[in-house]
T-cell receptor
């Protein structure tokens, strides 16, 4: 079953601006991951944050995790046109042996 | 280059017909997965396999079948029992001892009904 829910669903920003999207989930997790999907393509793994971590960075990406609120945020700094894609969160729930994907956030970066 | 290859890119199914989607990986991963993606939706798990000759149903297995005779291959058959097969199908794999930590995806197969 899916439990990740991203918010907002669609975001349109100018190149150079920051993009922030959120994900909420319902049960305890082992880790939370973010993936990117370009139109008509497969997903690409971006970053993983474990339940005992609060923040993680990878290049222009910053992910936070608040297990008390059961939520995560993905920040893309200094966005580029190439960042235009859909972004999905996926949770590895404890006691479950599969990832649950959210419905995705569509981000459009205008050059 | 290591990766996952899905074929064909586009597939059309006639009513009552079974069709098979191919997924091959050369990453030496133990675990493989099939997901279905409908427009504007997240991914839903159809079947997964953590080892050769073994596989488990996911959340929406009805109307689908799989086999895992080789580590590299995990074909998905969409049977005539699947009444609404039009969707984008994604195959993925992951390292066996950490199956839920990082999935590698193929480029997908778009299945449509004629």
């Amino acid at each position: 079953s899916q439990q990740g829910e991203e918010d907002p669903q669609a975001l349109s920003i100018q190149e150079g601006e920051n993009a922030t999207m959120n994900c909420s989930y319902k049960t305890s997790i082992n880790n939370l991951q973010w993936y990117r999907q370009n139109s008509g393509r497969g997903l690409v793994h971006l970053i993983l944050i474990r339940s005992n971590e609060r923040e993680k960075h990878s290049g222009r990406l910053r992910v936070t995790l608040d297990t008390s609120k059961k939520s995560s945020s993905l920040l893309i700094t200094a966005s580029r046109a190439a960042d235009t894609a859909s972004y999905f969160c996926a949770t590895d729930a404890r006691g479950n042996n599969r990832l649950a994907f959210g419905k995705g956030n569509q981000v459009v970066v205008i050059p | 280059d290591g990766g996952i290859t899905q074929s064909p890119k586009y597939l059309f199914r006639k009513e009552g017909q079974n069709v098979t989607l191919s997924c091959e990986q050369n990453l030496n991963h133990d675990a493989m997965y099939w997901y279905r993606q409908d427009p504007g939706q997240g991914l839903r798990l159809i079947y997964y396999s953590q080892i050769v000759n073994d596989f488990q149903k996911g959340d929406i297995a009805e109307g689908y079948s799989v086999s895992r005779e080789k580590k590299e291959s995990f074909p998905l058959t969409v049977t005539s029992a699947q009444k609404n097969p039009t969707a984008f199908y994604l195959c993925a794999s992951s390292i066996g001892d950490r199956p839920n930590e990082k999935l590698f995806f193929g480029s997908g197969t778009q299945l449509s009904v004629l």
